[in-house]
Nanobody, 115 residues
């Protein structure tokens, strides 16, 4: 089994930065890929970023250029650095990981961008 726990969400002012963490119960080297998704109120779930075990990254259109995803094997953690945040970035952010041909999800962390 894999347990993923997101943290780092909260209230942030527009234009500011925030770093989300996704800590895994297993070494992240076990996961061929990991990803960040978000659910904006009133919208479908959308991709934010993906990262492979080899470090290849991909970004969804909505936050491209404003986010950076990384993995720290020693800390069993995937990170999402978010910059230039906008009110429309307000959402629940979820991490996932694929392990033994199954997809595991965290519970999500709320990010609210407001002045």
């Amino acid at each position: 089994q894999v347990h993923l726990v997101e943290s780092g969400g909260g209230l942030v002012q527009p234009g500011k930065s925030l770093r989300l963490s996704c800590r895994s119960s297993r070494n992240v080297d076990n996961f061929p890929s990991m990803a960040w998704y978000r659910r904006v109120p009133g919208k479908e779930r959308e991709l934010v970023a993906t990262i492979t075990i080899g470090g290849d990254t991909n970004y969804g259109d909505s936050m491209r250029g404003r986010v950076s995803v990384s993995r720290d094997n020693a800390e069993n953690t995937m990170y999402l650095q978010m910059n230039s945040l906008k009110p429309e970035d307000t959402a629940v952010y979820y991490c996932n990981a694929d392990f033994q041909y199954r997809l595991f999800w965290g519970q999500g962390t709320q990010v609210t961008v407001s002045s």
